[in-house]
Nanobody
Framework: QVQLVESGGGLVQAGGSLRLSCAASGRTFSSYGMGWFRQAPGKEREFVAAISWSGGSTSYADSVKGRFTISRSNTKNTVYLQMNSLKPEDTAVYYC????????????WGQGTQVTVSS
């Protein structure tokens, strides 16, 4: 069982930056793949970024590539999402997620943190 708690959301002007954090409980964090997703009002939840258990492999949605960076600290049981050059269309609730070792779905989810980008 993994519990995830996001933090770092807030209100920022377009062009600004925010860093989201996701603190995970459980001794197995270092073996889990981690991801960030987001859901804007009236839209479906969408993939933002993911990182492998070691941090050696990352992937990004095309809409955030070059602006967002996902990273993790297995000693701190935390995954981060550095968001730069924010746009109003990045406004959403951002969720952290974890998936057990192997290829499979994300099964553990945080409660989300609101990010609002004003124009």
């Amino acid at each position: 069982q993994v519990q995830l708690v996001e933090s770092g959301g807030g209100l920022v002007q377009a062009g600004g930056s925010l860093r989201l954090s996701c603190a995970a409980s459980g001794r197995t964090f270092s073996s889990y793949g981690m991801g960030w997703f987001r859901q804007a009002p009236g839209k479906e939840r969408e993939f933002v970024a993911a990182i492998s258990w070691s941090g050696g492999s990352t992937s990004y949605a095309d809409s955030v590539k070059g602006r967002f960076t996902i990273s993790r600290s297995n000693t701190k049981n935390t995954v981060y999402l550095q968001m730069n050059s924010l746009k109003p269309e990045d406004t959403a609730v951002y969720y952290c997620a974890a998936r057990p070792p192997g290829v499979g779905p994300f099964v553990y989810w945080g409660q989300g943190t609101q990010v609002t980008v004003s124009s």
